[in-house]
Nanobody, 124 residues
Framework: QVQLVESGGGLVQTGGSLRLSCAAS????????LGWFRQAPGKERELVAA????????YYADSVKGRFTISRDNAKNTMYLQMNSLRPEDTAVYYC?????????????????WGQGTQVTVSS
């Protein structure tokens, strides 16, 4: 089992930045595919970014390309999401997720471990 804990969310003005962290415990996730998802009120959960086991392949949703950067530090069992140029439409609960079966995936159903989420609110 892997436990995931997100941190770094908060309230920020439009154009500001936040850095989310996802710390894993229970088992090393060196070989796991990782991803950041978000869910805004009244909307479905969506994949924001994903990263493969080694960190040399990344995926971004079109809405965040050029503004968000996903990264991981396997030595620290931690994943990050640097969010720049934030917009009100980025407001959501952000979740980190890990896939023990896939070293890289953009398919939500393939993630089997989830954090509890951290709120990001961008004011206009």
């Amino acid at each position: 089992q892997v436990q995931l804990v997100e941190s770094g969310g908060g309230l920020v003005q439009t154009g500001g930045s936040l850095r989310l962290s996802c710390a894993a415990s229970g088992r090393t996730f060196n070989s796991y595919g990782l991803g950041w998802f978000r869910q805004a009120p009244g909307k479905e959960r969506e994949l924001v970014a994903a990263i493969n086991w080694s960190g040399d392949y990344t995926y971004y949703a079109d809405s965040v390309k050029g503004r968000f950067t996903i990264s991981r530090d396997n030595a620290k069992n931690t994943m990050y999401l640097q969010m720049n140029s934030l917009r009100p439409e980025d407001t959501a609960v952000y979740y980190c997720a890990a896939s023990s079966r896939y070293t890289s995936t953009v398919v939500s159903a393939r993630y089997d471990f989830w954090g509890q989420g951290t709120q990001v609110t961008v004011s206009s």
